[in-house]
């Protein structure tokens, strides 16, 4: 049995990210209203991407960290654009180490 990751643009331009075990049921759920939540008041959504993997553990993986992008890292997915991937990733852990204060001892000095 395979299990996807996925990735729907919604009609106001949001992205949704998912898992399931079977993507075209999940589309047609999605295209109908039939799942209450987020993409129900959405439609029409649009499959912008989609990984096929081998166990639901992977694929509930990728969908949470997907969700934790940036809209310009998720575009960037979309496009299959790896180098912009890795790219925005730095920044963020880049932007990430500047903006935390210093702290006035480190854990190994207290």
């Known amino acids: 049995m395979s299990f996807y990751a996925y990735m ?6 949001s992205h949704y990210v998912g898992h399931t075990d079977d993507l075209d049921a999940r589309m ?6 039939l799942l209450p939540g987020y993409t129900q008041k959405r439609r029409p959504v649009q499959l912008v991407w989609h990984q096929e993997f081998a166990e639901r553990d992977q694929a509930f993986a990728a969908e949470r960290q997907i969700k934790g992008w940036s809209r310009a890292k998720k ?6 654009d790896w180098d912009a991937i890795q ?7 880049l932007r990430s180490s500047f903006d935390t204060p210093p702290s006035a001892a480190t854990q190994d000095e207290r």
């Open 8 to 13: 729907l643009r919604c009609s106001d331009g």
């Open 28 to 33: 047609g759920a999605h295209q109908s209203g």
């Open 75 to 80: 575009e960037a997915l979309i496009r299959g």
């Open 87 to 93: 790219l925005l990733s730095r920044k963020l852990f």
